[in-house]
Each structure stands twice: as structure tokens, then as C-alpha cells.
């Protein structure tokens, strides 16, 4: 299997904080992986580090194998990378429509710059997205800060799905959500994998995320504690790599 | 009668301002940027217009053609060479790297234009008037007011319809989610402010034909653009236009009641507003 993204040995700091310790992780082309861990093991880090919102050395991400790591986060964008962020942020005062058109401008200025080598092979349209999620077509006009938190998080999904991209992080998606709004976004999830996309999931949701992925690392204080396949890796094996319990603890 | 006549110089006058507001709208309200040096950018358009109407004997029409293109190549390079490094989510850095480049415009400007009052030769357009039911209205102020009614209508029309128009808004709302969006915050700033000083061309022009301009007196300039966006409210190019109105209406009526009181009753009204709703009558609470 060719890993479309891999990290290795990512390192990443707030200040004076280290957040990250030498993550090693790797994503194969249309998979879906699972990150997971309790608050504070460096999940978003991670993702943010990947994104280029934090600085970090070139060699430490690489795409397709070519070393993107510290690659301003516009420029991942056009390189096929797409992030539905923690907390959303959506571009309050603007409508469903301009939010997700801010996506589809831009994916068409990346593809008028670069011609056939811009990301996107998923072809995400904005029916396409309408189709996935149809209480955005019906909500087209209304400013996004009057949307529930689930459909918040759909115009999220779907603002990040119209970057095209070949790989998409997804940073607790189903965080604060009811479990039947959490069910109809993860129901989106096999659709999006069909287009091609490599997905990594972070989640709080053990279950969900087991559930729902091929693989997944377990996180602790900014190392992976636990990788393997989804369906292989049992309870008690994540409890374990959950909690540290046996870890030593520096 | 008095008063009807008031409030119509008021709005007129309200057209002039509305020229300077739009620019700092864009900057301020939309891009967080504080530059201290837009009323000295006017100021030095103005002279560069005056210089070149005098050395090739141009009517206000190619100073305007030529000054307005100039305007946005001064935009552009003073956001890719000074703003971009300043700009963020603190709004000191710019704040102190125009203050300095006002100080340093209006040093240059005295080098080369010296400290002398200069004004744009309108060829008759400035005294021409109007006279409907008794009141004389200028036909200066009344293209002043026209053309930034036109200029309000077009940069909201681009902000709302364009793809840089969303793009930048995106960049206002959440410029970090723009980032990830796809969107190069840089490159949409500059052509933000290359549009924003853009306008201060044609501010420039109208300027040097209804008044006089000296090296000296950006700072007044803009202090009134920023008392237009706070009225208004920041983020609203419709409510840096109407705040032009109620600042060139209050000063029009301060000046009615007593000469020596119109620009201190606009900054009166001015301050009332900061204190009863500082969001601006169109801002979002």
C-alpha cells in the first residue's frame, strides 16, 4: 500500500510547550484512519500540524512522498489536502451558499493556475453536496451563525469536500452533536470515501471512531501508543493505550 | 428654509467623506488594519494630480484617468511591502507602521511640494450651481455625491457578487479557516488595499478641485473617514456611506447654528454614537 500522506517523527510546540513527540502515522490512498486519544493527547495538534498551522519541518509530512511539511495552509489546500476544522469555523455573517462558494472559487482558481493537477478527483459539485446533505440546499440563503450545530457541521463538511481534496482530516465532527445528527454526518462518510477520499478522523468517540474506520492510533501525550486495524484492536488494548496504564508516564 | 438648506450641503459634504470612508471601510472594517496614513495618501495623490495637471495642462477628467490606476499600484505595493508584514489579529503592529509612513509621507510631501495651500484647476466646474426652488446647489459636491454613491454601489456589488469579494469577507470572518480554504489571505489583502486606495483617487481628485490641499493636512482627512466607519458601523460599506451622511449633516447644521461649531458638532455626534452604540447604526452588536 503507497501512503498519499505520512508523517514521520512529527514534532510540534506552542511556545515553549511541546504538543507533539515524533509521530509516526501513515494514511494508503482511500483509506479511512482514526485518530483517537483523551483531551490533550495532541489530536487537533496533529491535524493542525499536517495542515500547516503550525510550523514544522519539511521533512516531517510528506504527500504522495514529497516533503510538504511547515506548507502554508492554502498552498495544502491546493495540494489536496482539506480540513473540516475543530469548532467549525464557518465564515460567520455569510450565507450556506457563500460559505460553501468560497470553496468552490477557489478550487476553481488552484484548477485555472494548475491546470489537471489540482487534487481533486472527487468532482464534488455543489449538488453533489446538496444530495449528501439537502437541508443545505434548503437552507441555501440563511446566514450561517442562525444553522443548528449539525448543520453547521454539514456546510463545514461540505465547504471542505468543494477543496476537492484527496486527502480530508475531520476534527470532531460529531463533538456536541445529538447521536441521530452524529449518525446522518457519519452516513455521509461512505459516500466520500467512494470519490477516492482519504479520510483521518479525529474522534472522541471510541466506538464511533472503531466503527467507522479501516485503522486507527491511539494517542497519548503527544506519542501514538496503539496502531492497528480497527477490527483486530480490542477493548481492553485501547483502554490500556488510552489511559497509559502500564506506560511509563515521564 | 435655512435648515432645508443645511441639511442638503450636509449630505453633499457627506458625499466627500463617503469618498474617504469607503477606502477605510474596506481596511479597517473588513481587514482589521488601522492606517494612520490614509489621509496622507489623499493628500499625495491630490499633489501628484495638481503636478501632473500643471506640467501637461490636464483638465480634471485624465487627472482622474490617470490618478486612479496610480492609486491601486500604490495599494498594491504598500500592502505586499509594509501591511503584509504587520497584518494579524493584533491591530498595533499596522497601526504603528502607518503612523510612521504618515509622518514620513507628509515629510516628503513638504521636501517636494513645500508647505504651500495648492488646488486643482476645475476650469469652472467648481463655481457652477444649480438653483431649484430658491436653494443653490453646487454642481461640484452633486458629482461628488454621485460618483461615491456609485462607488458604494460597486464595492458592495463586488464584495457580495465577486469571487474576490467572498474570498475577502472569508478572510474578515475567520482568516485562519480562509487559509484553509484555500484562500492566500496575502494576495486578497493587497488587492483589498490596492482597491482601497484605489478610491482614494478619486477622494484625491475631488479634494484638490472643491478645496485646497497642503502637505499638512491628511491627519484631518482622516480623522473623518474613521468618525464616518465608527458611525456607520465597521464591516458595512453601505454604513461607512450613511455615517459620511450623518457626519457631513451634523457639521453642516453645527455650522448653521454657529460657524466656529460645525466641526466640533460632528465630532460631538460622533462621540454620542461611540458612547450609546459603539457597534455603529449598521454594525452587528
Known amino acids: 500500500m503507497s501512503a498519499v500522506l505520512s508523517t514521520h517523527g512529527l514534532v510540534a510546540r506552542y511556545g515553549d510547550f511541546q504538543a507533539l513527540y515524533g509521530v509516526d502515522t501513515e494514511l494508503g490512498a482511500g483509506e479511512c484512519v482514526a485518530l483517537i486519544g483523551a483531551n490533550g493527547a495532541g489530536k487537533s495538534t496533529f491535524l493542525r500540524a499536517v495542515m500547516g498551522l503550525l510550523p514544522v519541518a519539511r521533512e516531517m509530512v510528506r504527500l504522495d512522498g514529497e516533503p510538504v511539511g511547515g506548507t502554508a495552509p492554502d498552498r495544502m489546500v491546493q495540494k489536496g489536502v482539506a480540513i473540516v476544522p475543530e469548532g467549525r469555523r464557518l465564515f460567520t455573517g455569510m450565507s450556506v451558499e457563500d460559505n460553501l462558494r468560497v470553496a468552490i472559487d477557489q478550487a476553481a482558481r488552484a484548477a485555472g493556475k494548475a491546470g489537471a493537477r489540482a487534487g481533486g478527483k472527487g468532482g464534488w459539485t455543489l449538488k453533489r453536496v446538496h444530495d449528501l446533505f439537502p437541508i443545505l440546499a434548503e437552507k441555501a440563503r440563511t446566514p450561517v451563525q442562525s444553522l443548528s450545530g449539525g448543520q453547521q457541521q454539514m456546510v463545514a463538511i461540505g465547504r471542505a469536500l468543494l477543496c476537492q481534496p484527496r486527502v480530508l482530516l475531520c476534527d470532531e465532527i460529531s463533538l456536541g452533536l445529538a447521536p441521530k445528527v452524529i449518525r446522518e454526518i457519519y452516513a455521509a462518510l461512505p459516500e466520500i470515501r467512494a470519490a477516492g477520499t482519504a479520510v483521518i478522523l479525529v474522534e472522541q468517540d471510541v466506538g464511533l471512531a472503531q466503527s467507522a474506520s479501516d485503522r486507527l492510533y491511539c494517542m497519548l501525550e503527544g506519542r501514538v501508543t496503539l496502531a492497528g486495524k480497527s477490527a483486530e484492536i480490542s477493548r481492553a488494548q485501547i483502554g490500556e493505550a488510552y489511559f497509559g496504564v502500564g506506560h511509563a508516564v515521564a | ?285
Open chain 2, 1 to 285: 428654509m435655512q435648515w432645508l438648506d443645511a441639511l442638503i450641503q450636509g449630505v453633499l459634504l457627506g458625499g466627500m467623506y463617503a469618498q474617504y470612508a469607503l477606502g477605510m471601510a474596506l481596511m479597517f472594517g473588513v481587514m482589521r488594519i488601522v492606517n494612520i496614513s490614509h489621509g496622507d495618501l489623499v493628500i499625495l495623490l491630490s499633489l501628484i494630480g495638481i503636478s501632473l495637471a500643471s506640467a501637461f495642462g490636464l483638465g480634471p477628467l485624465p487627472v482622474l484617468v490617470a490618478l486612479v490606476p496610480l492609486a491601486v499600484l500604490i495599494g498594491f505595493v504598500l500592502q505586499k511591502t509594509v501591511l503584509n508584514r504587520v497584518v494579524g489579529n493584533d491591530p498595533l503592529p499596522s497601526l504603528i507602521a502607518t503612523f510612521g509612513l504618515s509622518i514620513a509621507l507628509q515629510n516628503l510631501m513638504l521636501q517636494i511640494w513645500s508647505a504651500n495651500s495648492r488646488s486643482l484647476p476645475g476650469y469652472g466646474l467648481e463655481s457652477r450651481s444649480i438653483e431649484i426652488g430658491g436653494i443653490y446647489i453646487g454642481l461640484l459636491p452633486v458629482i461628488v455625491l454621485a460618483v461615491a454613491t456609485g462607488l458604494t454601489w460597486g464595492l458592495d456589488l463586488m464584495l457580495k457578487r465577486t469571487r474576490f469579494g467572498r474570498a475577502l469577507r472569508a478572510a474578515a470572518a475567520d482568516v485562519e479557516a480562509a487559509a484553509m480554504t484555500g484562500i492566500d489571505p496575502r494576495a486578497v489583502y493587497a488587492l483589498a488595499t490596492a482597491a482601497a486606495v484605489g478610491i482614494l483617487g478619486f477622494a484625491a481628485v475631488f479634494q484638490a478641485l472643491r478645496s485646497t490641499v497642503a502637505p499638512a493636512d491628511g491627519p484631518a482627512q482622516l480623522i473623518y473617514a474613521f468618525e464616518a466607519v465608527i458611525i456607520g458601523g465597521m464591516g458595512s460599506v453601505w454604513g461607512a456611506f450613511i455615517g459620511s451622511m450623518v457626519l457631513g449633516i451634523s457639521q453642516a447644521i453645527g455650522f448653521r447654528i454657529d460657524p466656529g461649531f460645525g466641526v466640533l458638532a460632528g465630532h460631538i455626534v460622533f462621540l454620542f454614537v461611540l458612547a450609546t452604540r459603539p457597534q455603529g447604526l449598521f454594525g452587528r452588536a
